[in-house]
């Protein structure tokens, strides 16, 4: 069978700059602007994450530049415009934050963020403090797995367990993560087992599957009427 798949540990960055709840407006601009980053933890105490700040979190602040939102009670209704008076990260960040354990798997922490639409995660442990953090640049790096390895993970968990005696009749190529199947099997209710599975190898990319049922053995001089 595959291998367990790769969870946000693997991936995840460790270095992860944050904020406090106290941060003022501009630091949080000037830290964003300094380590490339669009989107800030809030931590309280060791590091507990309690909220992200984000550019959406901040760009209010543009936006509504004409407007006074403390004087604007239509404006405080809404929380985006709310957020154009605010001036710190904990009036400015998105509570609770949307976060994610090492444990998850790729697929988990990729189906969270499109769901979330967020483009990164908060690796928390079970207190919820901050372990590190994790990106749609993290969650593609799968992708760069060589070709190789691929067809090595393919041929000694999906081959070799679901064809033991013909693993060395099939054959498996891979370019540019796309694997090919070909060869001929006896049982073809598996061909889509197969295909189902190698797509579960990190790193693949797309299957095509090229196995066929094996022909009927020819009748010889022996079955001859």
């Known amino acids: 069978m595959p291998e367990t798949p790769h969870i946000v540990s693997d991936v995840m960055t460790l270095t992860v700059v944050a904020v406090g709840r106290a941060a003022p407006f ?15 933890p809030v931590l309280e105490g060791e590091g507990r994450v309690i909220g992200v700040v984000s550019e959406a979190d901040l760009l209010p602040k543009e936006e ?23 001036v710190t990260a904990e ?8 976060t994610v354990h090492p444990g998850a798997t790729l697929a988990q922490a990729a189906r969270l963020m499109a769901v979330r ?13 901050l372990q590190g953090i994790v990106s749609r640049a993290d969650l593609l790096k799968v992708f760069l797995r060589p070709d190789e390895d691929i067809e090595e993970e393919v041929r000694r968990t999906v081959v070799s367990y679901l064809f033991p005696a013909l693993s060395h009749t099939i054959h ?4 540019d993560g796309v694997v090919t199947l ?11 087992v197969a295909a189902r599975l190698v797509r579960a190898v990190e790193g693949v990319v797309d299957v095509e599957s090229q196995l066929t049922g094996e022909s009927a053995a020819p ?7």
């Open 26 to 40: 501009k630091e949080i601009v000037r830290t964003m602007e300094q380590r490339k980053v669009s989107a800030l």
């Open 64 to 86: 509504f530049r004409d407007s006074d939102p403390n004087r604007n009670e239509q404006l405080r209704r809404l929380s985006d415009l709310a957020k154009a008076g605010a």
């Open 91 to 98: 009036e400015l960040m998105s509570s609770p934050a949307v």
């Open 117 to 129: 639409r967020v483009k990164r995660l908060p690796v928390v442990d079970d207190a919820g403090m």
């Open 172 to 175: 498996v190529t891979v370019h």
């Open 182 to 192: 070909r060869g001929q099997i006896r049982d073809t209710s598996l061909i889509w």
């Open 219 to 225: 009748a010889g001089p022996e079955n001859a009427q």
